[in-house]
């Protein structure tokens, strides 16, 4: 019975291990003349940002039947709807020339007015088409500045400033592959696509409807490329249609590449030395604050902590500083119900983005696993809402909280709520442009089942277990008198001291912010993990030790409403987050229409939130510790 359950635990693991794509794990050998399939994704704008779209929202070549794939969570959540083309491909066999598809009398497709619109309104928006074969996304080889790079998808056509616009009715399919381990086998390497624009009269085909084989001319100055007008076809009426052949070539290509390493066209970056430019730029910001942090410690509080223990009574009394708010310096903040609701989530929220950055890491969230790292960094938010409920919760019971149930409730629905109500709401707009970026009902029903079924029961049983939980020990007692908090100097105020200490952690994150900016709204890999790890970790040790500098001031100056003040300090960086978004915006982005601008900042705004509540945690946490260790090594009478 026990090597049974043992077989069972085993095989039930090895199912689950191979739901992690890693590259350079798994590779498929395809045998000659094995059919290969070629599956559409989405079309998305680069240079233009906007709403992704599905392949066949344009009217292009049909299967006989459609066939979706199965997304995962962070597929569907990107856009991604993945379906089947009418591309035949058969392994290393070459084809010169196959029409894709025919009409009904002849070999072409008929095409109204306001469909060559369509064409002419996403051309004119530089969308590109995403394909992939072999779970390896099309791309499109350039030439910039003697080097080949590689550009993700390739353009539905392009705009000739005295032709026109140009469709690209004909695809240059390139395979590269790699001998496989079988004989006469072979691995997909590469995948490239050159598209060309061709005029009908190049086309030279024979009358076989069976037969879709086609060859084409050479461009003359009477026939180039295919040029649409719909503004003169409408000036030609109802009745005016378009003719469009669609065709496309099939080469195969020996390539050197393994398949261990076919990621690496797509992942290379032309500028790897601004991410060590990065990681210096953040451990200089903590060497800064950590001598500044040392000095207040080694100098400032040693010195402080042995003058208050050798001074009498009366002496006391005469004396300022942070040794005359003690008996203050605990007592429970204003509103500390909705400290103790961001706390809880902000400790959920350290926890998701912590071990998402380590999965990632170490590989088993790459970018041949599509959408794998958002639907990990949901699972693990709504798993880690045990750990954020344990401490939120006995951070509830230490402030004298009493009902821990609405506590508890309020902590697992502030964030999630929030996400939901900003998410729907930029849905309808989306849902409105018939675009895949719009979250589709069962996704959102999905979304619910794991907040209400998961999430917030496990931040409910982590409050339960934290309120059990004896409080933490404060090392002074708290007078029943408030003490009354002398007029501060005008950088102590907290909106200017929130301001000048966000300053350095922004100035820790800022490049890594931009290659994060860039994989979300220009479409492109974000893969560096291991910097983004490190960048990480020094955001936790510039909040923390800046948060701490900012309370050590505030308390010096004899104001001991420090619980708010270290949140808000601390997750200063988020201000100068979202006025980046708008530099961004301004600078690197060119939207140009509501619906796409609103998508933007809604997102920001969700974006920003999470991580002032991110940043303000790990700043009270860390001031939290340093007040209990300071007041807690002097005497008290």
């Known amino acids: ?55 066949y929202f344009l009217p292009f070549c049909r ?75 099309s791309a499109t080889k350039v030439t910039y500045d003697g080097q080949d790079r590689y550009i993700r998808g390739y353009p539905v056509g392009f705009v000739d400033a005295i032709k026109g616009v140009h469709l690209f009715n004909h695809v240059i399919i390139v395979g590269k592959i790699h001998p496989g381990l079988k004989p006469d086998s072979h691995r997909i390497v590469g995948f490239e696509v050159r598209a060309r624009s061709v005029d009908m009269s190049r086309y030279v085909t024979n009358d076989d409807t069976e037969d879709m084989s086609c060859s084409i001319k050479p461009v003359t100055a009477e026939a180039g490329g295919m040029v649409l007008d719909s503004r003169a076809m409408k000036a030609q009426g109802k009745d005016a249609r378009k003719d469009v052949i669609w065709s496309y070539s099939v080469q195969w290509e020996q390539s050197d590449v393994a398949w261990a390493s076919r990621w690496d066209t797509y992942l290379s970056t032309d500028d790897p030395e601004i991410h060590w430019f990065s990681i210096i730029n953040s451990l200089v910001t903590v060497l800064f604050l ?54 809880g989530t902000g400790v959920q929220l350290l926890c998701m983005a912590g071990g998402s950055i380590a ?44 009902n821990w149930k609405s506590a508890a409730i309020g902590t697992g629905l502030l964030l999630p709520g929030f996400v939901f109500g900003v998410s729907f709401f930029l849905n309808f707009f989306i849902w409105g442009q018939e675009s895949s970026g719009a979250v589709p009902f069962t996704t959102m029903l999905a979304l619910m089942l794991l907040w209400f079924c998961i999430s917030l029961p496990l931040v409910m049983v982590g ?96 104001d001991y409403h420090w619980w708010w003040r270290s949140f808000i300090v601390s997750g200063g960086s988020a201000v100068y987050v979202f006025l980046y978004s708008i530099f961004y915006y301004n600078t690197k982005l060119n939207i140009d229409d509501g619906v796409s601008t609103l998508l933007y900042f809604g997102y920001t705004i969700l974006m920003v939130v999470a991580f002032w509540i991110l940043t303000g945690t790990i700043g009270f946490s860390a001031t939290y510790w340093f007040i209990s260790i300071i007041y807690g090594s002097i005497k008290i009478d």
């Not at 208050?308 to 007592?331: I, P």
């Not at 590989?363 to 409920?389: E, K």
């Not at 479409?523 to 923390?544: K, T």
């Open 463 to 558: 409050y339960f277990f934290g309120y059990r939980k004896e409080p933490y020990e404060n090392p002074v007692h708290t007078n029943q008198i408030p003490r009354q908090v002398p007029e501060q100097i005008w950088y102590m105020h907290p909106a200017a001291s929130m301001m000048l200490a966000g300053i350095l952690p922004f100035g820790a994150v800022f490049i890594e912010l931009f290659f994060i900016l860039n994989a979300i709204w220009d479409n492109q890999f974000y893969y560096l993990f291991g910097f983004l790890f490190l960048v990480f970790i020094i955001l936790l040790l510039s909040c923390a030790e800046i948060a701490v500098v900012m309370t050590y001031l505030q308390l010096c100056s004899e």
């Open 290 to 343: 950590s001598g500044i942090l040392a000095f207040i410690m080694l100098r400032t509080l040693r010195r402080d902590i042995a003058k208050y223990n050798e001074e009498d009574k009366e002496e006391a009394m005469e004396q300022t500083g942070w040794k005359l708010v003690h008996g203050d310096v605990f007592r429970a903040p204003k509103h500390a119900f909705w400290l103790c609701l961001v706390f």
């Open 1 to 55: 019975m026990r090597a049974a359950t043992l077989c069972t635990v085993i095989v039930a693991l090895a199912s689950l291990s191979s739901a992690f794509y890693v590259p350079g794990v798994a590779p498929q050998d395809f045998e000659d003349g094995k059919t290969v399939a070629i599956k559409s994704v989405k079309m998305t704008s680069s240079n233009r940002p906007k709403l992704p779209y599905p392949y």
């Open 359 to 402: 999965l990632a890491m170490f590989g088993m969230l790459s970018p041949a696993s599509r959408g794998s790292l958002s639907t990990a960094a949901i699972l693990f938010f709504c798993f880690f809402g045990v750990i954020g409920g344990f401490y939120g919760g006995r951070l509830f019971k230490t402030l004298k909280g009493t």
């Open 63 to 137: 299967p006989h039947k459609l066939r979706n794939t199965r997304e995962n969570l962070g597929e569907v959540l990107r856009g991604d709807r993945i379906t089947n083309t009418p591309y035949v491909l058969n392994m290393n066999q070459n084809v010169s020339c196959r029409l894709l598809c025919r009409g009904d009398t002849s070999i072409s497709r008929q095409y109204k007015a306001d469909q060559v619109s369509r064409f002419e309104k996403f051309i004119r928006s530089e969308y590109r088409v995403h394909w992939i074969m072999d779970n390896l996304p």
